[in-house]
């Protein structure tokens, strides 16, 4: 199946450790993005990748550090993780550059800081 | 497993003519429905949910469960209504995990 695709779906763990959560898109893109969705369905964007390069750069935490190895992967690290991570993260890709084309979007993963 | 569908990827029509882009979900329980709207070069935004029964920019989406459908809609479309659209579902209960449509390009003509 062509699609997008996150690992794992959920992740709980505990404060101050290292995390990460990794994302394949097999679809052919170019563009890759980590966005965080909040308690009220707003969904932010973090990063975006442009054939493994970076793009877009919000104002996260120092903590998080997306990589892209190639164009098809866009992980994301999450140094000593804090309660208010806590979240569910969804990983995108699109054909084109940023916000031009449609996106697709993986299934999201739910994180929970203890 | 919960499934959003959007059988049109691309809908033009006129300015000035009613719209609607269709918004098909397959889920047992009672969900959340929210539309997304993606503007030429602008961030991923809500649009409206459900819940809120809100009208947004002339745009009003019912959420119908027989038909399971969350269909998005307006009287006059304009042109800067021109964007991608994403229709999402969530878990009505603790899940709330967004699970959403392939999209739905909507172009309107002068």
């Known amino acids: 199946d062509t699609a997008v695709s996150q690992t794992p779906k959920y992740l709980v763990t505990q404060m101050g450790n290292d995390k990460s959560i990794k994302c394949e898109q097999n679809?052919?893109?170019?563009?890759m993005y980590w966005y965080k969705q909040d308690s009220k369905k707003f969904l932010k964007i973090m990063f975006s990748y442009n054939n493994k390069e970076l793009i877009i750069n919000e104002t996260v935490p120092n903590r998080f550090s997306p990589k892209s190895p190639d164009k098809a992967h866009l992980n994301l690290h999450i140094n000593s993780l804090e309660l208010g991570d806590s979240a569910v993260y969804f990983c995108?890709?699109?054909?084109?550059?940023?916000?031009?084309?449609?996106?697709?979007f993986g299934n999201g993963t739910r994180l929970t800081v203890t | 497993a919960q499934r959003v569908t959007q059988p049109e990827k691309l809908l033009s029509v006129f300015k000035g003519a009613p719209v609607e882009l269709k918004c098909n979900y397959s889920y047992s329980g009672s969900p959340e429905l929210f539309w997304y709207v993606q503007y030429s070069r602008q961030r991923l935004q809500l649009l409206l949910r459900?819940?809120s029964r809100e009208s947004i920019k002339g745009f009003t989406a019912d959420l119908n469960k027989g038909e399971t459908s969350f269909h998005l809609k307006k009287p006059f479309a304009q042109e800067e209504d021109s964007a991608m659209y994403y229709c999402a579902l969530s878990e009505g209960n603790a899940g709330n995990m967004l699970t959403f449509g392939g999209g739905t390009r909507l172009m309107v003509k002068p």
């Open positions: 995108a890709s699109s054909k084109a550059g940023p916000m031009n084309s449609p996106l697709h």
């Open positions: 679809l052919g893109h170019d563009t």
């Open positions: 459900h819940i």
